[in-house]
């Protein structure tokens, strides 16, 4: 049992009682994973030191959203690159009895507007240069949605769930091989003086997987956190360390101080999006989530498609049933880059976003599905306003990580949480300290599009404007029986607009093609964004590329690094998957 130092240690009458466990040494690349049985409760996520303090508060009696707290705090210090309390989230919660969206994304400062990313002569700026700027980070949403869904559904003080993040961030924690790769690769992190700092040694390397990492200005911060709420964050000296960096940047962004503090002054509370797919219930997040809506777009086209009998062969899905899914795929994209955006701000075609979900619009949608590759796929028109937007371009992003909980009275998180790219917008800071280290903040507002309209003068759905949140992909998703009601998986993925491939293919493997959740999330991985198809590298047979490229199908072959994270509700309690690509873990008892 550690011992806790003054600033650390948890209130005489804390039920949490945190020890630093054993670090394995998790190698990069492809690793096997077990999959992971358990008859009481089970945590999953991206890392094992985040995972165990989901497991250590669950174990104290939290709820499934205490633990999920506990998981993002450690995942902020021990995998910055991915999420953090400087980016947004999306949580969806089932209490047992009813479902509950919680909406963390990230908001567009006052100050901002369609031209945020356009140069001087109205063009738009390269999209690293966007990135890596002050204009890129959106108002941080992650604490205060999780201090609303705390106040709503937990069990444990506010101030315990602190505990595992600011131990590790005072005694420190090895660095992964992940992360020290990551680090070492990353072109432009270590431009930012308190990043080089803390993750870089004095010739400019990055610490090697091992090595001891403190951050005692992000506990400094966390410390505050637990003791006086969000206000910690969103007024003060925090808020100030925020606006000071960003408008410092050399490319400096918008935001001030009453952005910052205006943000938790708002109902994080969402309808989640509940669609019946054979005899489930899916239920996922709504716009300005695109993931949900895309995914059931995809496997509902499918439904009215003539699937071939051995879709799975070898452990990989025949070309015939990827052909099927990437044509799906090509609609499902199309019609996301037009419609979907911040419904504050956006009206959904035919006045409802179930329109494009519609059985009879994805029957329409599926008669344009052939023998061969349609090459690039046209938006449906489900309805009223059809015309109006323009075509989002395609984008990247890549810094995401998923939680998914279920505890000991059956109640589940999936909660899918980011910074957006990798490191974020690539500034810190260290909220005011003046202490060593920090958190990141992140780059959300490249998921804006960059331009206002598209090439025919049409105005961009998600196109930036104040106070909007950005489009996203994330797919925090619960699943149910249709008949009983009864929770039967929570899953999510990072990944970017693959999140919703990645999540998609679980969902066919766990649910259509009745594989447990390691093995569905071991299948290799599959995307089309509406141009050429992908495969996961070195997981597919050259025949199943042939034969795409016969079918018409342009065909690239490269890394695919989901972070799948699945807990299934069985009958003899739960099985767990965690993604092979990453380091994550799932444990429980």
């Given at each position: 049992?550690?011992v ?9 009458d ?6 630093i ?12 994973k ?22 250590q ?6 709820s ?12 902020s ?11 947004g989230?999306?949580l969806?919660?089932w209490?047992?009895?009813l479902?509950?969206a919680?909406?963390?994304r ?9 031209t ?5 002569n ?6 690293s ?10 108002v ?5 949605m999780l201090y ?9 003080p ?5 505990v595992p993040?600011?131990?590790l961030?005072n005694?420190?924690?090895r ?9 070492q ?12 700092a803390?993750y ?9 997987a091992?090595?001891?990492?403190r951050?005692p ?10 003791r006086e ?8 000296d ?6 000071q960096r960003i408008q410092?940047h ?12 205006r943000?938790p002054?708002q109902d994080?509370?969402?309808?989640a ?5 054979r ?11 695109s ?10 086209i ?6 071939p ?7 990989h ?12 795929a090509r ?5 996301r ?9 956006t009206a ?20 344009a599905v052939?023998?061969t590759a349609?090459?690039?796929?046209e938006?449906?028109d489900?309805?009223?306003?059809g ?10 992003g ?9 505890d000991?009275?059956?109640r ?7 910074i ?8 810190m800071?260290d ?22 309209r598209?090439?025919?003068?049409r ?9 909007k ?15 009983t009601?009864?929770l ?6 990072p990944?970017?607009?693959a999140i919703i ?11 259509y093609?009745?594989l447990?959740?390691q093995?569905?999330?071991n ?9 050429p198809?992908?495969?996961e ?15 018409g199908h342009?065909?690239f ?9 699945a807990?299934?509700?069985t ?19």
């Amino acid at each position: 049992m550690l011992v806790f130092s003054a600033c650390e240690r948890p209130a005489s009458d804390s039920r949490v009682s945190y020890t630093i466990p054993e670090q394995p040494e998790i190698a990069t690349g492809y690793t096997e994973k077990p999959g992971w049985a358990f008859t009481e409760f089970a945590v999953a996520a991206a890392n094992p030191l985040a995972v165990d303090a989901g497991y250590q508060i669950l174990k104290a009696g939290g709820s499934a959203v205490d633990a999920a707290i506990a998981v993002q705090m450690v995942l902020s210090l021990a995998e910055p690159q991915s999420s953090g309390i400087g980016g947004g989230a999306f949580l969806m919660y089932w209490d047992g009895d009813l479902i509950h969206a919680m909406d963390g994304r990230e908001t567009a400062p006052a100050g901002a507007n369609e031209t945020l990313f356009l140069d001087e002569n109205d063009q738009a700026l390269p999209f690293s240069q966007a990135v890596n700027s002050g204009l890129s980070v959106g108002v941080p949403g992650t604490l205060a949605m999780l201090y609303s869904a705390h106040q709503q559904f937990g069990d444990l003080p506010w101030a315990d769930l602190f505990v595992p993040a600011i131990t590790l961030a005072n005694q420190g924690f090895r660095i992964s091989p992940r992360l020290s790769l990551i680090l070492q690769n990353d072109a432009t992190l270590h431009l930012d003086d308190i990043a080089r700092a803390l993750y870089y040694d004095e010739n400019g390397d990055a610490h090697p997987a091992g090595y001891t990492l403190r951050n005692p200005a992000f506990a400094r911060v966390l410390e505050r956190v637990s003791r006086e709420g969000i206000s910690a964050f969103y007024t003060g000296d925090v808020a100030r360390s925020i606006v000071q960096r960003i408008q410092n940047h050399p490319r400096p962004g918008t935001m001030t101080i009453d952005d910052i503090n205006r943000y938790p002054d708002q109902d994080f509370n969402r309808e989640a999006m509940c669609t019946d797919w054979r005899s489930y219930r899916i239920c996922g997040f709504p716009p300005p989530s695109s993931g949900h809506i895309a995914i059931m777009q995809m496997l509902g086209i499918m439904e009215n498609l003539e699937l071939p009998i051995e879709a799975l062969q070898d452990g990989h899905p025949s070309a015939a049933w990827l052909h099927l899914y990437m044509e799906a795929a090509r609609l499902a994209f199309a019609d996301r880059n037009k419609y979907i955006a911040d419904p504050a701000f956006t009206a959904p075609p035919a006045g409802s976003w179930n329109s494009l979900l519609n059985p009879a619009y994805l029957a329409g949608r599926a008669t344009a599905v052939g023998s061969t590759a349609m090459g690039e796929a046209e938006a449906g028109d489900p309805g009223t306003l059809g015309s109006v937007f323009g075509v989002h371009p395609m984008q990247p992003g890549k810094g995401t990580s998923h939680i998914s909980i279920i505890d000991a009275q059956g109640r589940a998180v999936a909660m899918t949480t980011t910074i957006e790219s990798g490191f974020g917008s690539r500034i810190m800071t260290d909220g005011g300290t003046g202490l060593s280290g920090g958190f990141h903040l992140n780059n959300e507002l490249t998921d804006f599009s960059l331009t206002p309209r598209d090439g025919r003068g049409r105005l961009i759905a998600n196109r930036v404007e104040p106070g909007k949140r950005p489009r996203s992909s994330m797919s925090p998703t619960l699943v149910f029986d249709r008949e009983t009601g009864e929770l039967l998986v929570s899953v999510g993925s990072p990944g970017g607009a693959a999140i919703i491939h990645y999540t998609a293919k679980a969902l066919i493997g766990m649910l259509y093609w009745d594989l447990n959740a390691q093995d569905a999330i071991n299948l290799p991985n599959f995307v089309n964004y509406n141009g050429p198809s992908i495969l996961e590298a070195g997981r597919f047979p050259p025949e199943i590329v042939h034969e795409l490229e016969s079918m018409g199908h342009i065909v690239f072959e490269r890394e695919l690094p989901s972070g799948l994270h699945a807990i299934q509700v069985t009958p003899d309690g739960l099985f767990g998957g965690a993604d092979p690509r990453r380091e994550g873990i799932v444990a429980g008892e």
